[in-house]
Nanobody
């Protein structure tokens, strides 16, 4: 079965930087877009950044130019460079992907989620 795995999370002091990476593996699939979401317990999950196979990128309104998403959708990898982090960025960050899976002779739509990676920013 196809799966996503995040890496690069951890703890950092306010003003510091972290880079998150995500890769998909484990099946026959073709992805159209990969995204980063984040969530604090008890609050709604927020879209952080999106990267499409056409190279278009977009960000949530709270990013304010601090983050950069890059990657190779055809190779099922995406990276989120986060700079000037603040305590308000503390959350579990999830990798997400949309595309198609060849589970039979036909391609069917799929949505994948990683298990999440904790990012903690100290004052």
């Amino acid at each position: 079965q196809a799966r996503l795995v995040e890496s690069g999370g951890g703890s950092v002091q306010a003003g510091g930087s972290l880079t998150l990476s995500c890769a998909a593996s484990g099946g026959h699939f073709s992805l159209n877009a990969m995204r980063w979401y984040r969530q604090v317990t008890g609050k709604d999950r927020e879209m952080v950044a999106t990267l499409t196979i056409g190279g278009d990128s977009s960000y949530g309104p709270f990013v304010k130019g601090r983050f950069t998403v890059s990657g190779d959708i055809a190779k099922s990898t995406v990276t989120l460079q986060m700079n000037n982090l603040g305590p308000e960025d503390t959350a579990v960050y999830f990798c997400n992907a949309d595309g198609f899976s060849r589970q039979t002779t036909d391609w069917i739509p799929i949505t994948l989620w990683g298990p999440g990676s904790q990012v903690t920013v100290s004052p």
